[in-house]
């Protein structure tokens, strides 16, 4: 996948959310991050910027310097929270939910609007860290995928 412009973010492919709200993870971004491994993951509100949310997995998220999300918040981190319902704490909101072992996810109409997304949308996916990856909804990174002359596949 590309990086847009020497030295920037790298970009896995761009995911359009379906009508019934699901969205396939890039395949490179479900590998590298091997997101299907725990059977659900964690999704959290986007920055500003970027808009969208982030996805990563109990199996990265837990033994990074970020693990106290789920130590603090014992109900995301044992999934007896409901699904897709967001959790406030330190200026993010966080959930989880199911994947499928071919990457997919699928965003409830109550999910949408907490992220302020709807069906049709294109998310950008970013590799953000060695934690999480991104799927920006908005912002300049999207419009220079938008405007790249080179190929980003479309998911």
Request: hydrophobic share 35%; net charge positive.
């Given at each position: 996948?590309?990086?847009?412009t020497?030295g920037?973010?790298?970009v896995?492919g761009?995911s ?5 709200g ?8 479900a590998a590298?991050?091997?997101i299907t491994?725990?059977?659900k993951?964690y999704?959290f509100?986007g ?6 949310f982030?996805v990563?997995r109990k ?6 310097k970020?693990?106290h999300i789920?130590t603090?918040?014992p109900h995301?981190r ?6 897709g319902?967001f ?9 989880w939910t ?11 109409d ?6 302020n997304?709807?069906?049709d ?5 970013i590799?953000?860290s060695d934690?999480a990856?991104?799927?920006?909804a908005k912002?300049?990174l999207l419009?220079?995928?938008r405007?790249?002359?080179?190929e980003?596949?479309v998911f």
């Amino acid at each position: 996948m590309p990086q847009m412009t020497k030295g920037g973010k790298f970009v896995f492919g761009i995911s359009v959310i379906n009508q019934n709200g699901s969205v396939c993870i890039p395949p490179q971004a479900a590998a590298e991050y091997n997101i299907t491994a725990d059977k659900k993951i964690y999704i959290f509100t986007g920055s500003r910027k970027t808009g969208g949310f982030c996805v990563t997995r109990k199996g990265l998220l837990a033994p990074s310097k970020l693990g106290h999300i789920l130590t603090d918040n014992p109900h995301l981190r044992d999934y007896t929270s409901e699904q897709g319902e967001f959790i406030k704490y330190k200026g993010r909101s966080y959930c989880w939910t199911h994947i499928s072992d071919d990457g997919k996810i699928i965003l409830t109409d109550k999910m949408m609007a907490f992220l302020n997304i709807c069906p049709d949308m294109q998310l950008l996916s970013i590799r953000s860290s060695d934690i999480a990856f991104t799927m920006g909804a908005k912002g300049p990174l999207l419009e220079k995928a938008r405007n790249y002359q080179g190929e980003i596949p479309v998911f």
